[in-house]
């Protein structure tokens, strides 16, 4: 395979070309109630060819692999058809190099049957709990091979497998409704879908629950966040922000995201790391052939860095950072997040909610959406703070605001750092793309909260 790509890419009339090539396999299972939704998988593959010419790129998929030079070349014509005055790429150094695949255990090899049958033990679990109306679940593995080879001298070859699973129950009480779920992930460990039965009735029971308890009065309070809403909140309010392509492209992110501006507290530390061991977001190289690194976003409360692709990085005269990632061979490499995380401080959760009087302790997520430096997340469980201590369940709230406000407004962070792996990201019509997301229990003043 080396051989064959490294002769395709010999002989252009171009500044820098690449290649890749993937064979993609992916299986899922899904039951609504206790009836199988779904069961199926498929299995195929294709390539992509990219060229750059004076600034500009030229980009080709393909699912045969017969001639691979035709394929590059017609990328070179697509980059200097839109050849303009020039860029230059940051420099990456050529690789040789077949990192091994995370695989502690691998869902390929675990019966059809057994998968299904763990399924239906989860959904009698929720079905237990009475009140319950309905009940989804699913999983699912998607494995990833590829070879990249560029006009540089490197040639990789890369294996990775994700596994992902959801549940859902819904409760139903006359003309309420309410529900409650999870989602998890890993890289290549099917173990992280088993012995989950107490944690199914427990999802049931919060469901339930959530019927019976009252609306918050929507208001600005001191607000607790759990590591899963805190991780979500550091990806998608301030991690997109921190992807160069869209601060470059954009006149008025440039004037706010100005490395060397205070955003936070000393305490605050938002890191990106795709070279995080066992991470869903966590691979040895990028789509670029660029190495994984841990990336410094914000360090004791200011903004220190960036993600990078090797345009992006040359384009900004900055570090390429190793985060340029495709969905798949269909989709050209972009600027991506892989692992975003608030890193821990020294108090414990419980000394930061004694120190609210009145407050909201908001945890989990149902989703969420953001525009420029405005976000609306939606919390998946809610609960009263008074003087200290957690009282009350309330109805999932909303929680609403400027980013960069937020920051300045969140004044500790706890000790506690936990990673959720269950989400998938997307952009530019990629998704989802294996990601994780975590924090420990943070707190913000003056947050506002819709409710009632």
Same mark, same amino acid.
């Given at each position: ?19 890749? %090539? ?42 045969? /692999? ?21 860029? /230059?790429?940051? &420099? ?74 959801? &549940? ?29 039965? &107490? ?10 629950? %959530? ?47 100005? %490395? ?22 966590? +691979?040895? +190289? ?53 692992? /975003? ?112």
């Amino acid at each position: 395979m080396r051989d064959e790509m490294t002769q395709a890419l010999r002989g252009h009339r171009a500044d820098y070309v690449e290649l890749r %090539l993937e064979d993609l396999d992916s299986n899922h299972i899904s039951l609504r109630g206790r009836e199988i939704d779904d069961i199926g998988g498929s299995s195929g593959g294709g390539g992509a060819a990219r060229a750059y010419v004076n600034g500009a790129w030229g980009f080709v998929t393909f699912t045969r /692999t017969d001639d691979l030079h035709s394929r590059v070349d017609a990328a070179v014509r697509q980059a200097r058809l839109a050849a303009g005055e020039g860029s /230059t790429l940051a &420099a990456g150094e050529p690789v040789v190099a077949e990192p091994p695949p995370v695989l502690d255990n691998d869902p390929f090899l675990v019966p059809l049957d057994r998968k299904v049958a763990l399924l239906q033990e989860y959904v009698e679990a929720m079905w237990a709990a009475p009140g319950i109306q309905s009940t989804s679940i699913g999983s699912g593995e998607r494995r990833r091979v590829t070879h990249f080879a560029n006009s540089e001298g490197s040639y990789i070859r890369q294996e990775r497998v994700d596994v992902t699973f959801r &549940a859902r129950a819904i409760a139903r009480k006359d003309n309420d409704v309410q529900q409650y779920g999870i989602s998890v992930g890993s890289l290549g460990d099917y173990s992280v879908l088993e012995g989950r039965h &107490a944690e199914m009735r427990d999802i049931a029971d919060r469901a339930v629950a %959530l019927l019976d308890a009252p609306q918050c009065d929507g208001r600005e309070y001191t607000v607790i966040c759990d590591p899963i809403l805190a991780g979500v909140f550091a990806h998608e309010a301030f991690g997109h922000l921190s992807e160069s392509d869209f601060v470059y492209e954009n006149d008025r992110m440039k004037d706010i995201m100005v %490395l060397g501006r205070r955003f936070g507290g000393a305490h605050l530390n938002i890191v990106d790391g795709g070279s995080v061991p066992g991470l869903r977001g966590s +691979y040895a +190289y990028d789509d670029e052939g660029i190495p994984s690194r841990r990336s410094d976003l914000i360090r004791e409360g200011v903004l220190v860095g960036r993600l990078h692709s090797r345009e992006t990085a040359g384009k900004m005269g900055e570090d390429v950072t190793g985060n340029a990632r495709a969905l798949d061979y269909r989709f050209a490499p972009i600027v991506r997040m892989t692992n /975003t995380f608030i890193e821990p401080g020294e108090a414990t959760p419980e000394e930061l909610i004694a120190e609210v009087k009145d407050g909201v302790y908001a945890k989990n997520w149902y989703g969420g959406m953001t525009s420029m430096e405005m976000f609306t997340f939606s919390a998946g469980e809610a609960y009263r703070i008074r003087n200290g201590h957690i009282e009350e369940l309330l109805r999932p709230v909303v929680l609403s605001g400027n980013v960069f406000t937020t920051l300045e407004n969140l004044d500790a962070v706890a000790n506690d750092l936990d990673m959720n792996q269950g989400g998938g990201c997307g952009k530019a019509g990629q998704s989802p793309l294996p990601v994780s997301n975590g924090s420990p229990h943070i707190r913000i003043r003056n947050c506002l909260v819709g409710g009632a």
